[in-house]
């Protein structure tokens, strides 16, 4: 289909605005944005967002269903809000390989009409909620905001500045990146590579892939469950804390803070590290 009839069939649904407890001088002002557009499953989905939670769920339709919930609060007054809220802009574009949605938030301009607006206490986001075809590769990039992908077959690389990671069901494999938050792993295949600064790492694979795997993170606990039958090289560090393994390590060099040697034979390297924090290695 036309990439032009696509965007025809795809309209987008603005709902109006909606002031919520304004008072004389102050508001919150929230706009609900909603699209519907043709995905084709392999294609890859790439989304950018400033502030504001972004959550994926697989369904079994070829399209991509894309709602989210712009809002602004600021301590100035209702018409302030407005003009700010007309500044937030969602782009969705199809494309040969996929689709990107990027979010576009006003700017602080010197001497302009922001420069006013932001010396009130201003705060501006949009949260996703978007429902995608399952073999998709999904590449996300938030500022301040959780995300969290459930039931998708394709690889997925998710990176937040301040906010937590959550993937459930996903087979692929998964690089996940935050500089504050937690990062949670369960029911899922697939490499992964998480890393965090601080909090802890929660990781449970029902199938092993066979690849070297890491997880790091400078304050949290660590604990990773993997299949009875894995076969994989341990090689775990934390500075404060202890290792622990339900498996038994063969050749291994077991330390208060470290343990290093293989399991069922051996096999890709397991790396883990953390500064403060407890390492478990269990069985599923």
Known sequence: MPIRQQ????????CGLML??????AATLKDRFEQTVPLKPGSEVRLGNVNGNVTFEAWDRNEAHIVAEKEVRTGGSADEARKLMSQIKIDVVPGPAGLRIDTHMPKREDGGLLAGLFKNQVTLGVTYKIQVPRHVALDVVNSNGG???TGTLGNAQLKTSN?????HGVSGDMTLNTSNGQISVAGSEGTVKAETSNGGIDAELTRYSGHEMSFETSNGAVSIRLPRDARFTVDAE?????VKSDFAVDGGRPGRHSLKGTVNGGGPTLYIRTSNGGVHIREV
């Open 20 to 25: 919520v407890g304004a008072a004389a001088q």
């Open 163 to 167: 906010g937590g990671l959550a993937v």
């Open 147 to 149: 995300i969290q992908v």
């Open 238 to 242: 934390t500075s404060n804390g202890g």
């Open 7 to 14: 965007i025809r069939r795809s309209v987008p649904l603005l």
